[in-house]
């Protein structure tokens, strides 16, 4: 049995949890929402509440020394949407500050940070980018990430540090603009523009691996590797529906991509998942269309029903 940390119970820090939670360790992990805290313990998970723009306050970290006097792993899982009155590039910084500075028992714990492909910059001479590719954030999610990461690097060590850069994530009951295709709505995007892509349950996965293996290098692209166009992506998605074929308006007609040439916006790149396939590659969903007819199997059954 190992003794977890999770700073942020969303989408994929309760995944990590349950994960764990069924093999018998012990999970604490960080909320804001007293709601969720009563839900979390109902599945065995052990709650905490606590802000962490906030110091932690004393009374609150004895009681987690009660529980675990060594934590073996922290997950960082927290969203990189920008807070109320913090700028970016002190919206993780700021919470990681507070962690460190806590009293909760973490020293020599392995630390996993989540943060996003949105770091990398536009591609020069090809479209993909990998871990050695520039880093040039631009929006404020991207931007706190990063920081995020140059914290990290700076205040842990080394080697109890791994960095997972996660593509869009999708899975159960994250599948956006899937009504929109259902309902014939134009999608305002470049249709030959690429997706990058990592299923829940794989990016649970990958997490799960680098908590109980040691890892050949402090940083990971996490991709399937395979990404398609947009066109593909939602084309599929109509199929799978058998709703009618999606219809595309980019926001800024000047961007479209001219005939037979692909994309190459700041926004546009393909992020190759090589070094984490020579790690592991225990993928349960290696590509899109995979991923896709699981999730659109339930929602059509539900769409028909309604």
């Known amino acids: 049995m190992a003794d977890r940390l999770i700073l942020g119970s969303g989408y994929i820090g309760l995944e990590v949890a349950h994960r764990w939670v069924s093999r018998g360790d012990r999970v604490v992990a960080v909320t804001r929402s007293p709601d969720k805290a009563v839900s979390m313990r109902e599945a065995g998970i052990l709650p905490l509440l606590w802000d962490w723009l906030v110091p932690l306050d004393e009374a609150t970290s004895r009681s987690i020394l009660a529980i675990s006097a060594h934590f073996q792993t922290v997950l960082v899982a927290v969203t990189h949407a920008q807070q109320s009155g913090i700028t970016p590039a002190d919206t993780h910084v700021l919470g990681l500050r507070n962690l460190k500075d806590s009293k909760l028992p973490i020293e020599n714990a392995n630390w996993i940070y989540l943060s996003t492909t949105g770091v990398y910059g536009s591609p020069t001479d090809s479209l993909w980018v990998d ?27 080394s080697t109890n540090l791994v960095v997972l850069r996660p593509a869009g994530i999708y899975g159960p009951g994250r599948l956006p603009n899937w009504q ?104 349960a969903f290696r590509n899109y269309q995979i991923g896709l007819r699981a999730i659109l199997k339930e929602i059509v059954a539900k769409s028909n029903k309604g």
């Open 180 to 283: 929109a295709v259902r309902d014939s709505v134009p999608l305002q995007m470049d249709p030959d523009s690429y997706l990058n892509l990592i299923h829940r349950d794989d990016l649970v996965s990958t997490i799960d691996h680098f908590a109980n293996n040691p890892a050949q290098h402090s940083l990971y692209s996490v991709s399937d590797g395979v990404p398609p166009t947009r066109q593909q992506y939602y084309d599929f998605i109509a199929q799978m529906g058998q709703w009618p074929t999606p219809v595309f308006v980019p926001n800024d007609p000047a961007h479209l991509t001219p005939p037979g040439r692909k994309s190459r916006s700041g926004a546009n790149k393909q992020v190759s998942a090589k070094r984490l396939q020579n790690e592991f590659s225990n993928f």
């Open 131 to 157: 871990e050695d590719s520039p880093v040039e954030p631009t929006r404020p999610g991207s931007i706190a990430a990063w920081a995020g990461e140059e914290w990290c690097r700076a205040s842990i060590n």
